[in-house]
Every structure is written in structure tokens, then in C-alpha cells.
């Protein structure tokens, strides 16, 4: 929501980053910068709000709490990911931070750098980059090389392959997290605790 947004990431970056660097627009919750990018905080409050951005260009999109997001809106918003100037500046890149949630439809997405019996992340598989082409039916269909990929749907810039990396970790992988956290989250359930201090995404009430 707006006042969710205002009160975390909005505060967060003028609190982080000095107003000497760039101009703020309130009305449209953006940040100018001195060379003339921009930085647009935006929310999706209920189905449908990802039209909103409709005809928009982003060359980065980043998610915070993805597993609020339906897989709908995070579809949508990759449509609006481009960066005609890639070649001059970086290519068009979405990426998206989260607790994990067992009932999210992430957890199909990542689940190939997650352990199959605890659901927790995979440290063998942190970082490793895998390639998808996401179906008519909405299943994606997942290769290890780009090259295995386009040995199926050609090398064409529109042949639809992404990338994906996951980097798995928990709050003892922060260093800026305190022992108070950590001691306040052992109080917790045992599914919160599965979830918040190690990560699993397929932590469920039995």
C-alpha cells in the first residue's frame, strides 16, 4: 500500500541517500538524480493495480516482500522491464527480495535451488544462474545453459529466454542483523521460526 511504502522503502532511501544527489517529485514518489536517472517507488495494492504501469519502460524493477505479489503482477511488471540502452548502460533486470511463504507461487519458481526435503535453500546452489522459457499455460520450462535453451527456441532477441539466480540466505548470513533479532524471532512459532531464522519454503501448520 502507499502508507506501507512511504513508511519503509520512501524513508529508507532519503534517510540512506543525501538530498544534494538528487530531486524529489512527491506527487510521483521519484527521485531524480544529478545525471538524470531516475529512481520511481510504486505499489501494487490490489489486482489490477499492475495496469497502472502500462506503457512504462524500466530497466530495473526490484520486488521487496515478492511473496505479496501474485505471480500476475510480477508477470505484468516484466513486460515493463526494458532498457533500450542496454549496450551503453546494463541489460533490462528485474529482482526481488522476500521472506519465503510454503504457499507462494515463487516457491515453484525456485525450487531447484531449494533442498526437496526441508525446503530450505540449497548454499551448493547459491548463485547459480539457470535459463526459463514461461509457457502459454503459465508452467516455465527450465534449462541449465542459455544454449540448451536456444538449441529450442532459437537465438533471436525475442525467443523469450530469461534468466534466473537465486541467492538463498537467512539472518545469520546478515551481518547487520542483532543477537536481539535473532533471540526475538527464537520466540516465535515453530513455522515462523523455520521460516524467518532458516529460510524454508515449505514450512506449514501440520
Known sequence: TLPELEQSQIARFRALVPARLYTWNEQKKTATFLNGSTIRFGYLETKGDETRYQGDEYGCIAFDE????TEEQITYLLSRNRNPKAEVYHKASMCMATN???DSFLKDWIWWWLDPETGIPDHKKKGVTRYFVKQ????LDWYDTREEAEVVYGTEGDNGVKSMCVIGSTVYDNPFISKAYIGNLKTQSRVEQDRLLYGSW????E
Open 136 to 139: 502459454r499455460d503459465g508452467t
Open 66 to 69: 515478492a511473496t505479496e505479489f
Open 202 to 205: 515449505t514450512a506449514r501448520e
Open 100 to 102: 519465503p511463504h510454503c
